[in-house]
């Protein structure tokens, strides 16, 4: 009979419990507090640097499957070159989530147990937020997201955001594994198993530690929330909204002729105001135009939505790709760059003062190719088949402007993925954001948790700013989310539909928005001193080596 070794057993289980983390709704996430620790405990008898790797690669290739299997949808749909796209993420993405692995392993190497895996959530945190500075990446995996579906943990998300909760997850599961391994030793040492499992005086700190740190979280929790009751009742500016969710298919929605698109969008914004709906202001989804609306050849377009928005009153804000001509300093030739850009039209203002956002985060190799600017590499940049692949990014924070009577409503612009990323909405709200929007289409993943998912980043991004989320999708799931993170009304999915409700604005500040990423940026420095002291002690061990000898 074939003996399995321990460490196979807890990556295996490691894997599968992080993968059930992300892919189940509440309380699955609760998971994530002790799923880590098989795989802590697994480096315990990793006996080499290849042994460590191995670990790390089955247990992040496990949950990777579990919690990303949607990814192959649009693969197996038709697209091969997106079920390429998907397989290559699945082989290379697993190897990214070991490089922190590797680099605990020196650790564990050099130092004590305990003061290792006291590290270990500091580096964990550094490795999830040094992620979302590779263009080729997103933190979409962070386990603080495993937390977005729980209403009271996520409210701890204001204060540090999601990096704070995934501080916080890896450092429970550092204490259940010091409180496993402390336990392992005794019961080697008292050869008693009774014994072994009383509670000492070092166990008893841990339990008492994990008690205080999950519970003070959920504690946070209840605080907030009950403080969100207590100012509902107060009066408060408001913003009331009508999102579109015109369900068409992605795959045609590029070959569907413009006059068509727009009419549908018309039809479910007049059918709702028909019967009594009011609104300040109108969404439409991710790319819900699939023209160049700002040029000539489309100015047809333009004064069909002009007409409707001034006649209505209500200003519109749709998802469109734009396109722009950038004269090359010395050079006759031009070069011309295309956006995924959200563009607002208010009412009783000309195109020139139509506010756009362009989206900064683009998705790596469906929107934009990674190093496709680099010389020589452009030639060689594979194309979608819907030729999307080429856009450009944006660079300037996405704060869009509404005039609305001798007021102006501000609004932060987020685009698809982009609600994956926490210090874009972070920074709108410093540039002045009283409400977030996002906009999406996530239609390539119906039928699976996919639109789901995406749900949860824009839940956290409420949290994290304390401000209200207006989410609009073009197949689903369309929902309006309070600064709790709550689901105020959401929309079925696969569904075409309108729907109105109001949201709150506000100008509070979270902690979060104040200061930022300071965690994560704090964790990066406690990391890289830990090496570098590491390495001084090292040459000074060698040192005083080549002295006595």
Known sequence: MVRIPARILY????????????????????????????????????PDRRSVFRVGLLSFGIYHGISHWFLLVPGLLGDSFLL??????????????????????????????????????????????????????????????????????????????????SFIVVLLNVLLSQLLLRWRDEHRTYRSAWVSWIPRPYSRRRIIAFVLLLSGLAAYGWYRLAGNAMDAGKEQRELA????????????????????????????????????????????????????????????YRHQIRRWVDSSGIALLTGVPERRVLARRGSPVADTISHNALLLVPPEQPPSNWPIYRKIKLTPFAERVPLADVPGIASYVPRWQLGLSGWAP?????VLRLPRGSDTTALGAVICLESMYPA???????????????????????????????????????????????????TGVSAIIDPTGKLVRQSENAARLAFD?????????????????????????????????????????????????
């Open 11 to 46: 990556a295996l289980t490691s894997g599968v419990l992080l993968g059930l983390a992300f892919a189940l709704p509440f309380p699955a996430g609760l998971l994530a507090f002790v799923a880590m620790t098989p795989l802590l405990l697994a480096l315990e008898y990793a």
């Open 84 to 165: 390429l796209l998907a397989l290559l993420y699945w082989l290379v993405h697993p190897l990214f989530c070991v490089l922190p692995l590797v680099a605990y392993s020196v650790l564990r190497r050099r130092l004590a147990r305990d003061e290792a895996l006291f590290l270990f959530p500091f580096l964990w945190t550094a490795y999830e937020w040094l992620r979302t500075k590779l263009d080729f990446w997103t933190p979409e995996l962070a386990l603080g997201y495993t937390q977005a579906d729980n209403a009271l943990l996520r409210q701890g998300a204001d204060i540090a955001g999601v990096w704070g909760l």
């Open 241 to 300: 909204v009508i999102l579109v969710q015109p369900n068409i298919d992605p795959w045609s929605k590029w070959e569907q002729p413009p006059a068509e698109q727009l009419a549908l969008h018309f039809d479910l914004l007049d059918s709702l105001l028909a019967v009594g709906a009011e609104a300040d202001l109108a969404v439409w989804s991710e790319t819900a135009l699939t023209i160049y609306l700002l040029e000539d050849e489309f100015t047809d």
């Open 394 to 398: 944006g660079t300037e924070a996405g």
């Open 424 to 474: 874009l909405a972070a920074d709108a709200v410093r540039e002045g954001a009283e409400a977030l929007v996002v906009v999406s289409n996530d239609g390539w993943f119906d039928g699976t948790n996919g639109p789901a998912r995406h749900v949860h980043y824009a839940m956290m991004r409420a949290v994290e700013t304390r401000r209200a989320v207006i989410r609009c999708a073009n």
């Open 501 to 549: 409700g109001k949201i709150e604005l506000s100008d509070e500040l979270s902690l979060y928005v104040v200061f930022g990423d300071i965690l994560p940026k704090a964790c990066c420095v406690i990391v890289l001193l830990a090496f570098v002291w590491l390495g001084l002690r090292r040459r000074e061990k060698g040192s005083l080596r080549s002295q006595k000898g």
